[in-house]
T-cell receptor, first 114, second 114 residues
Framework: DQQVKQNSPSLSVQEGRISILNCDYT??????FLWYKKYPAEGPTFLIS?????DKNEDGRFTVFLNKSAKHLSLHIVPSQPGDSAVYFC?????????????FGKGTRLSVIA | ETGVTQTPRHLVMGMTNKKSLKCEQH?????MYWYKQSAKKPLELMFV???????ENNSVPSRFSPECPNSSHLFLHLHTLQPEDSALYLC?????????????FGPGTRLTVL
């Protein structure tokens, strides 16, 4: 059973608009969440993270929102740019339970159309 | 010099072959990881090494054998693989094994088992 779910395998967004990528998790012990971005022929690269003591973290055009009661997080990219086209992976960990390894979702492929 | 390198980038092997994947990190990190990325599946953690000692093994079949001779190098020895082992194998490194330690990924080795 998947503990981290990205239910949308793909998303297309017009350049300049907002991209919203969603992630749901089932393990209530998860308290640290990360987003990774992956271009073709490259490994994933860290994008942004959030711990469960916060409900929002912002870094430039990227904002991650965490709704603990719904066990849901989302990544907002605004404005979206063609260079943002990539696969985005959500990952989670139970940090306070002892540095557990990251659990990744399947990824969502974002296409930003010029 | 890129942070995490992997060789070869592509590998095709028969089920009776023996081959090895190599990973090298130039970041001075203490932890290294092997992940498997199959089509339409989440990134799966295979092995974790911290200071050259294996600390995590997620029930990986014995036909995959990791080796970490020092903190900069990680190998994955392959023998008698099955076609379902065809996947992208990603290596990563981080300063420590905590989830707050950002993992830096290599570009991956695309493995095809015939």
């Amino acid at each position: 059973d998947q503990q981290v779910k990205q239910n949308s395998p793909s998303l297309s967004v017009q350049e300049g608009r907002i991209s919203i990528l969603n992630c749901d998790y089932t393990n209530s012990m998860f308290d640290y969440f990360l987003w990774y971005k992956k271009y073709p022929a490259e490994g994933p690269t860290f994008l942004i993270s959030i711990s469960s003591i916060k409900d929002k973290n912002e870094d430039g055009r990227f904002t991650v929102f965490l709704n603990k009661s719904a066990k849901h997080l989302s990544l907002h990219i605004v404005p979206s740019q063609p260079g943002d086209s990539a696969v985005y992976f959500c990952a989670a960990s139970a940090w306070n339970s002892g540095n557990t390894p990251l659990v990744f979702g399947k990824g969502t492929r974002l296409s930003v159309i010029a | 010099e890129t942070g995490v390198t992997q060789t070869p980038r592509h590998l095709v092997m028969g089920m009776t072959n023996k081959k090895s994947l190599k990973c090298e990190q130039h970041l001075g990190h203490n932890a290294m990881y092997w992940y498997k990325q199959s089509a339409k599946k989440p990134l799966e953690l295979m092995f974790v090494y911290s200071l050259e000692e294996r600390v995590e093994n997620n029930s990986v079949p014995s036909r995959f054998s990791p080796e970490c001779p020092n903190s900069s190098h990680l190998f994955l020895h392959l023998h008698t693989l099955q076609p379902e082992d065809s996947a992208l194998y990603l290596c990563a490194s981080s300063q420590g094994t905590g989830s707050v330690d950002t993992q830096y990924f290599g570009p991956g080795t695309r493995l095809t088992v015939l």
